[in-house]
């Protein structure tokens, strides 16, 4: 097993190559830009290191420079583009052991990595890599790691930055939180983050989806009863609130409330106390509250829907979840988990997506936003016949709306295009390569418009 460390800020192909080089049986750490990949080379000694000839902040080749100074037994392998193949030549005669250009098929880049660890002074890697070399195209073994069901992926776009910033901060804290987001956007999810983050990690998380519930026996769901109370009731039962004592409880879907069971649950909140039903004694709780709604409470509380003290005392602090459609840079981050998640469900080896599947991704709208995407990358995983996903296992009618869809960006000669340029390297703060991820457009395609419509920075 070698030690590799990935430095590659286009995510999706970064994560993808990283999940490849793990099936191997490789230790793989992945960088998004030169300072970050030089600050995990402080903290550890790596075999290989593969890196994108273009990067954000600084290029290979000057990586190349502060690796071979650090380390010379390090192997540098260039991943570039055919026009950039001058600059992997000059990489080369620097010192790098390699370079590959994209695309290239997994099994290019592992015979290339296979080549740089036979070398002298590879770490002494060298014998394990004859075995692995000659099977690489027998079934990768099985070494995935089961996913907790709460696993809160972290993206990297702006809007996914301020809300783990939100969840930061409201973590600590006692106070109430009301999370509000489209269907499918993980606002159970959120939740849970910020119960895990909390001083009440150790406790119980219990959640409630209050749509689910019946108004008939909504009040024994919420607080419980004793064994007669009513017919039917033939055991003690505990509810949400006492099974939730001394940790978090979290309601979603809370504009479905009954309004009769809204005073309950204010009662229930304003004094810390439930009385089960059927029962005259009372049972004090320590609980927080996590509130998550699709709907616009403030609305439905002037239409007289919502009780306003109730809307007021869940919400403390409000987190807004945005959509997929306004987090495509997370798309792959999120696509690459689920896609892990379902190989360890259906015990497959599937590595990743094909680049005319990555391109209908970022073209669709996912309407039904994470838990949509979640389903659509578990299907295509069962149908997939070979280790990459194509567009013939997805669903007809992603592939013909993203097909259907305006571009936006790109070649295609657009009224605005200039503006939304301009707009996207704002929303990106000057970064070249953030803003051509937004724009869905290779760099060399950004630095030509760039230079197309005299656009400085």
Known sequence: MASILIVEDDVAFCKMLKTFLEKKKHDVATAFSCNEALAQLKEKQFDIILTDVRLPDKDGISLLDDVRAQNATTQVIIMTGYAEVNMAVKAIKQGAFDYVAKPFTP???????HKALKTEGANGVTQQTTDTTTSTKEKPADT???????CFVRGISDASKKLNEYVALVA??????????DSGTGKEYVANSIHKASKRADQPFVAVDCGAIPKEIASSEFFGHIKGSFTGAVNDKVGHFEAANGGTLFLDEIGNLSYELQVQLLRALQERKIKPVGSNKEIEVDIRVIAATNEDLSNAVKEGEFREDLYHRLNEFSIKVPPLRERIEDLML??????????????????????????????????????ELKNIVKRSILLSPTDMVTMEVLPTDIAYASHKKKQTYGLFKNQNEQE????????ANGNKAKAARMLSIDRKTLYNKLKQYDISL
């Not at 939304?420 to 929303?427: N, P, Q, R």
């Open 144 to 150: 995935h790691t089961p996913i907790a069901p709460a």
């Open 172 to 181: 600590p804290t006692k106070m109430s939180v009301l999370v509000i987001g």
């Open 334 to 371: 999120f696509a690459s988990h689920f896609l892990e998640e379902s190989n360890v469900e259906l015990d497959k080896n599937v590595v990743g997506f094909t680049d005319e599947v990555l391109a209908t991704f970022k073209k669709y709208d996912w309407p039904g936003n994470l838990r």
């Open 420 to 427: 939304l340029i301009i707009d996207a390297l704002e929303k």
């Open 107 to 113: 099994d290019t880049i592992l015979q290339t990595i």
